[in-house]
């Protein structure tokens, strides 16, 4: 059964009211308080009163100075986990398995909300979470910021999600960094599957100009898969150009054993093909 949040000071309970037929459904401090006098309430006691509509569950805190109105306000349609992302970083895009899942190439829902973002990107800390490892639990959710240098932060566009216009990784952005990082895409299966369910409808060119931007290890990964789903040699001869010293497992989260791919400096080690 799920409860009723306990009803604040009237002040307070005028500002949600209020913030709710404005259409906030986030809040800084800032615009709570330009609201305060507006509903009778001092800006001394502001800050008690926001941790009084938090703990009553009237509103959920973000980070330091960001709240969301709770999904419980009347008239207030819920706050979509990657509008939320997008308060948090506004810098960031939604990627990895979120992205997958996003874009159909994944049945899996995950439990974690992914964000791409670049080195140096203030993201919120929680006690629960020393650094941001293993994520950022918000309410219900969790939210995983994932680092990358500014120079390997493209491949994004915007959607709408609800009420709200967020940045997500694209299609074959995303494909790419699940090479890359496959376990926080599912697995390496579940990536491989991906670039099974995208067929066709991948785009090529664009996802080779990605890969070139990136590392060798990756590149290779990506001439494997595509030559393996039946991609003409010609077509990948910019992706085998790209000269590396050693060899590079296939499932960068797998263990360092099975045959290995001379054309594509690639170690294979999927199962069935790993040695027991």
């Excluded at 799920?2 to 459904?25: C, H, N, V, W, Y």
């Excluded at 293993?134 to 959710?141: A, F, L, N, V, Y």
Aim: charged share 20%; glycine share 8%.
């Amino acid at each position: 059964m799920k409860l009723i949040p306990q009803i604040p000071a009237q002040p307070a309970m005028r500002l949600i009211r209020t913030l709710a037929s404005e259409g906030d459904r986030i809040v800084t401090m800032e615009r709570a308080r330009a609201l305060a006098p507006t509903v009778g309430l001092s800006s001394s006691y502001l800050r008690q009163a926001l941790h009084h509509l938090t703990k009553s569950g009237w509103l959920v805190r973000l980070r330091q100075g960001l709240y969301a109105l709770a999904a419980t306000v009347p008239g207030v349609s819920g706050v979509h986990e990657f509008e939320i992302a997008m308060k948090l970083v506004p810098s960031g895009a939604i990627s990895h398995r979120s992205a997958l899942h996003h874009h159909g190439l994944t049945e899996q829902a995950p439990r974690k909300v992914f964000v791409l973002t670049t080195i140096g990107t203030p993201i919120p800390q929680s006690h629960h979470a020393a650094n941001g490892q293993g994520g950022i639990p918000i309410g219900e959710t969790i939210y995983q910021f994932i680092r990358v240098k500014p120079d390997r932060f493209f491949g994004t566009q915007k959607i709408w999600v609800g009420e709200a216009r967020v940045t997500i990784t694209d299609p074959e952005r995303t494909l790419l960094d699940g090479l890359m990082i496959p376990q926080y895409c599912g697995d390496f299966a579940e990536v491989l599957h991906a670039f099974a369910v995208r067929g066709e409808t991948l785009d090529l060119k664009r996802i080779i100009d990605y890969a070139l931007k990136l590392d060798a290890a990756t590149i290779k990964r990506l001439g494997w898969v595509l030559q393996h789903q039946g991609i003409e040699a010609s077509r990948l001869q910019p992706l085998l150009d790209v000269p590396i010293k050693g060899y590079r497992t296939l499932d960068p989260s797998g263990p360092r054993q099975g045959p290995c791919n001379r054309q594509w400096m690639i170690q294979e080690n999927l199962p069935g093909k790993v040695a027991s």
